[in-house]
T-cell receptor, first 114, second 113 residues
Framework: DGGITQSPKYLFRKEGQNVTLSCEQNLNHDAMYWYRQDPGQGLRLIYYSQIVNDFQKGDIAEGYSVSREKKESFPLTVTSAQKNPTAFYLC?????????????FGPGTRLTVL | AQSVTQLGSHVSVSEGALVLLRCNYSSSVPPYLFWYVQYPNQGLQLLLKYTTGATLVKGINGFEAEFKKSETSFHLTKPSAHMSDAAEYFCAVSEGYGNKLVFGAGTILRVKS
């Protein structure tokens, strides 16, 4: 069963704690992306990775970190430096063809910081 | 940098009526344009996309969109709304290195019975 898995679906953390969101794919796609979604603001790019062991900052990278040690996995850590971490986080992948291809999205993780 | 504007954060139509969701973009190069749909607490699903060729693009669930370069628009339409169309819709443009997507703020479509 191919696709993108994000776990958990809902995540609760206390303020000041770091938390890591999982994104796993078995589509054999090279590129992976993390977006943050807030009501009325659409999706904003946090980080992206086009190849293993390489990643770039997106528009709102402050307070976040990522790693890309395996092609299948692109975990996102929300650190205590992120001022307002409560949001819906979406992971996406892109087939290896490039800019005309479709990004495929995972089901998302809703993070609530108490 | 490219940007996307979706006019109307909320649109309400009656079941069976025409659906029109507006999207305008700014881009200095020929754009690749996408429409996605999102149901509550789910990921995004592609409705349709324009890359090159025919400017009228047909997608899933009876939706279509027309790329108008002179108006920098890519409006989404459906002739007859169904209750199952109630969702949030996002227009996006593909941007440069890394094939990143720049999204509009989204339009929530409500379908009244």
């Amino acid at each position: 069963d191919g696709g993108i898995t994000q776990s958990p679906k809902y995540l609760f953390r206390k303020e000041g704690q770091n938390v890591t969101l999982s994104c796993e794919q078995n589509l054999n796609h090279d590129a992976m992306y993390w977006y943050r979604q807030d009501p009325g603001q659409g999706l904003r790019l946090i980080y992206y990775s086009q190849i293993v062991n390489d990643f770039q900052k997106g528009d709102i990278a402050e307070g976040y970190s990522v790693s890309r040690e395996k092609k299948e996995s692109f975990p996102l850590t929300v650190t205590s430096a992120q001022k307002n971490p409560t949001a819906f986080y979406l992971c996406a992948t892109l087939p290896n063809g490039g800019s005309t291809d479709t990004q495929y999205f995972g089901p998302g993780t809703r993070l609530t910081v108490l | 940098a490219q940007s996307v504007t979706q006019l109307g954060s909320h649109v309400s139509v009656s079941e069976g009526a025409l659906v029109l969701l507006r999207c305008n973009y700014s881009s200095s190069v020929p754009p690749y344009l996408f429409w996605y749909v999102q149901y509550p607490n789910q990921g995004l699903q592609l409705l349709l996309k324009y890359t090159t060729g025919a400017t009228l693009v047909k997608g899933i669930n009876g939706f279509e969109a027309e790329f108008k370069k002179s108006e920098t628009s890519f409006h989404l339409t459906k002739p007859s709304a169904h209750m199952s169309d109630a969702a949030e819709y996002f227009c996006a443009v593909s941007e440069g290195y890394g094939n990143k997507l720049v999204f509009g703020a989204g339009t929530i479509l409500r379908v009244k019975s």
